[in-house]
């Protein structure tokens, strides 16, 4: 394991398969999809964090989190400005804005821009991709 001096993380694909289970490699590493609805938190609305299933970086608050009806974990914003980094995703037809994890690089969802005000973006983001800390 690396850090470089922003602290962010790099490990080789070999040594996530190790520390991650199949569902999380499978999406933070391969940018798989869960299923919508059968998913851990899209209906969870407690209060608390949600974290880097990989790396524990703070990703998102129960704050900015809102009922979407896609399925998934929706957020209106990340928890910072710092947390997430976005990339274009042109692996669809339809290009979307692919977000992943600022310390890790782990892939995390996508966001789109039908949210709610003030953002006007929807963050969706996957289940697995994540921890939540009450
Ligand atoms: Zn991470």
Not at 94 to 115: A, K, P
Request: with cysteine; glycine share 8%.
């Amino acid at each position: 394991m690396q850090n470089n001096k922003r602290g962010n993380i790099e490990k080789l694909d070999k040594e996530w398969k190790e520390i991650l289970t199949d569902d999380e490699y499978r999406v933070l590493r391969k940018q798989g999809t869960e299923p919508a609805f059968d998913n851990e938190f899209y209906d969870n609305f407690k209060k608390g964090v949600y974290l880097c299933a990989a790396c524990g970086n703070e990703l998102f608050s129960s704050k900015d989190k809102f009922k979407s009806g896609t399925g998934w974990p929706s957020y209106k914003k990340p928890i910072d400005e710092e947390a997430v980094e976005t990339n274009i995703d042109k692996s669809l037809v339809q290009t979307r804005t692919e977000v992943h994890c600022n310390r890790c690089g782990g892939h995390l969802g996508h966001v789109f821009e039908d949210g709610p005000e003030p953002t006007g973006l929807r963050y969706c983001i996957n289940s697995t991709a994540m921890d939540f800390k009450e």
